[in-house]
Nanobody, 115 residues
Framework: QVQLVESGGGLVQAGGSLRLSCAVS????????MGWYRQAPGKQRELVAQ???????KYADSVKGRFTISRDNAKNTIFLQMNGLKPEDTGVYYC?????????WGQGTQVTVSS
């Protein structure tokens, strides 16, 4: 079992920044893929960024150059630094842990970007 707790969401003006954190209940080295997803009102959940156990990283095209995913292995925490935020970045952001045989989700944190 893996518990994920997100924090760091909030209300920010367009062009601003936020840093999301995801505290993981077990050693993140044991997790194949850690990721951030988001869901806007009336839309499907979509991938934002992933970081793989080997260190490679993947971003959605819409956030490339603005968002950065990282991890602190000692603290078992994943981060999502979001710069240059746009109103279309608004949504609930979820942390995801994919162990291939099973995946886990956090409760989500709301990000609202005003124009």
């Amino acid at each position: 079992q893996v518990q994920l707790v997100e924090s760091g969401g909030g209300l920010v003006q367009a062009g601003g920044s936020l840093r999301l954190s995801c505290a993981v209940s077990r050693n993140i080295f044991s997790i194949n893929i850690m990721g951030w997803y988001r869901q806007a009102p009336g839309k499907q959940r979509e991938l934002v960024a992933q970081i793989f156990a080997g260190g490679s990283i993947k971003y959605a095209d819409s956030v490339k150059g603005r968002f950065t995913i990282s991890r602190d292995n000692a603290k078992n925490t994943i981060f999502l630094q979001m710069n240059g935020l746009k109103p279309e970045d608004t949504g609930v952001y979820y942390c995801n842990a994919d162990r291939l045989i099973q995946e886990y989700w956090g409760q989500g944190t709301q990000v609202t970007v005003s124009s």
